[in-house]
């Protein structure tokens, strides 16, 4: 029977090379789809626990190469070997024990973990593909178009990614890339906590103290429009939470909302700041509010914009993109492509931001290494409700605070709900609608809002900081 066999195969017409590669690159296709999958399905901390050695650009190429060779692997066993599909699976799962052999030798703790199941996968499916397309090399139109279609899109999607790694070149004194004076005119300060982050900051002009706090994708450059105009009267401070823009984090740093919070807590106390007026926006509201429930004596007033301070139902708009952005797909365009972003950056803001300042707003999400942060807040927006809820449970505690409130009416993510309830939790407010201003409104009215600050600012009692002031800006 085994003979038998063996020489009906060998009888096929044997497939020249240009129809090995065409039948490896083909069941390639596939497989590229079935481990980018399993590789951001199978569980970690998404976005800060992917392994960028398993990222698109580096996964694609090698599932290609292995393919092709397999093609021809198993075109060699149809003549020597009496069961060629049973050894070409075993040479790669054997491929597949040995790669992770080295991961587990050379890689960091988690690796191997992240990379079996793909790894596993991807051998078991190209044991399966290979033989039938090097048996089977004619296809019909429709699949060979759809093929080349899937392959295209593979190729396209290798060389964005690699284009988004170009990495902007170091600064001077240390710094993790050079920032373009004409950009951001401020100088870049650093301190090291005792809790083991050292954290980047700006610290320009003297008078009273506004704390600027960023949201994501953003870091402290996201605030120097409004420090170049207010720096003349008030001391501006901007600063990175960890993991964000040029400041670093300790070993074992969680990055959750709370550890941020806490460190800008601890920055406050090394620099003694007291009687400060906190800018927040987005994230920079719960991480800011966070604090101040804590530490009310510390701050003397709050300005919001675009930002919420309680837990987000997952129905909701807010909640949908956390379950979006937060998860495998958001992930997989942020860690690959640093699309998240991108994308996050220029849908935010109503004019075109010139190709600097965007160059400027992505520098620090370039590094593989840096990028996946990214990916992971958006999905603790729904999924640390436990910190959102101790936020709000401290929101009391500042009913006395004069608020400022700059609303952007083209922020769907922050719709007028929340700002009813900012409105409610501070009867001293006064709210500023924004029309023509997205998520990043300091953008679109930098004018108007730096403006807005130096009246809130100003001292004394007025009309305009009344209790349940509101001013629609047209």
């Not at 069941?27 to 980018?36: D, E, N, R």
């Not at 988004?164 to 070149?169: F, K, Q, Y």
């Not at 601890?266 to 700041?273: G, T």
């Not at 929101?395 to 609303?407: E, G, N, S």
Request: aromatic share 10%; glycine share 10%; with cysteine.
């Amino acid at each position: 029977m085994t003979l038998v066999q063996t020489t009906d195969v060998s009888r096929k017409p044997a497939p020249g090379a240009l129809a090995l590669t065409w039948a490896g690159w083909a069941a390639s296709v596939s497989v590229v789809a079935l481990v980018t999958l399993a590789l951001h399905v199978t569980p970690h901390v998404r976005g800060i626990g992917f392994f960028p050695v398993l990222r698109f650009a580096v996964v694609t190429p090698a599932c290609v190469l292995v393919a092709v060779a397999s093609a021809f692997l198993y075109r060699a066993l149809m003549g020597r070997s009496p069961r060629p599909r049973a050894t070409l699976a075993a040479a790669l799962g054997g491929l597949a024990l040995l790669m992770l052999a080295g991961l587990a030798a050379v890689g960091p703790s988690g690796l191997v973990a992240a990379a079996l199941p793909a790894l596993l996968g991807g051998a078991a499916a190209l044991a399966l593909l290979i033989p039938r397309f090097v048996e089977r090399p004619r296809r019909s139109r429709v699949g060979t178009v759809a093929l080349i279609a899937f392959g295209a899109l593979e190729v396209l999607g290798v060389a964005l990614a690699l284009s988004s790694e170009r990495v902007a070149p170091r600064g001077p004194e240390g710094l993790a890339f050079d920032i373009p004076r004409e950009l951001f005119d401020a100088d870049s300060r650093f301190l090291t906590l005792p809790s083991g982050a050292r954290v980047h900051y700006v610290d320009e002009g003297e008078g009273e103290t506004l704390l600027f706090l960023h949201g994501n994708p953003a870091w402290s450059f996201q605030w120097r429009d409004l420090i170049r105009e207010l720096r003349g009267s008030y001391r501006c401070i901007a600063i990175d939470y960890p993991g964000f823009g040029l400041s670093e984090a300790p070993a074992g740093y969680g990055f959750t909302p709370r550890e941020q919070s806490l460190v800008v807590e601890e920055f406050m106390e090394r620099l003694q700041l007291r009687d400060v007026t906190l800018v927040m926006q987005d994230w920079g509201g719960p991480i800011g509010l966070g604090l101040a429930g804590r530490r009310p004596e510390w701050v003397r007033q709050v300005v919001l914009g675009s930002t919420w301070a309680w837990p987000t139902s997952r129905s909701e708009p807010r909640g949908i993109f956390s379950v979006i952005a937060g998860g495998p797909l958001g992930e997989f365009v942020q860690v690959n492509f640093n699309g998240f972003a991108s994308f996050g950056i220029k849908n935010g803001v109503v004019r075109a931001l010139p190709s600097d300042v965007l160059d400027a707003y992505l520098r620090p999400f370039r590094p593989l290494e840096r990028r996946g942060i990214a990916a992971f807040y958006p999905g603790l927006i729904t999924g640390d409700s436990e910190y959102f809820a101790e936020v709000e449970a401290g929101l009391p505690r500042l009913a006395d605070k004069k608020a400022l409130l700059l609303w952007a009416l083209q922020d769907q993510g922050f719709p007028r709900s929340d700002l009813e309830r900012f409105q409610q939790t501070f009867p001293k407010h006064r709210t500023v609608e924004l029309p023509g201003a997205n998520h990043f409104f300091f953008e679109d009215t930098s004018a108007q809002v730096a403006s807005e600050l130096r009246a809130f600012m100003s001292p004394g009692p007025s009309a305009r900081h009344g209790s349940g002031g509101t001013s629609a800006s047209h």
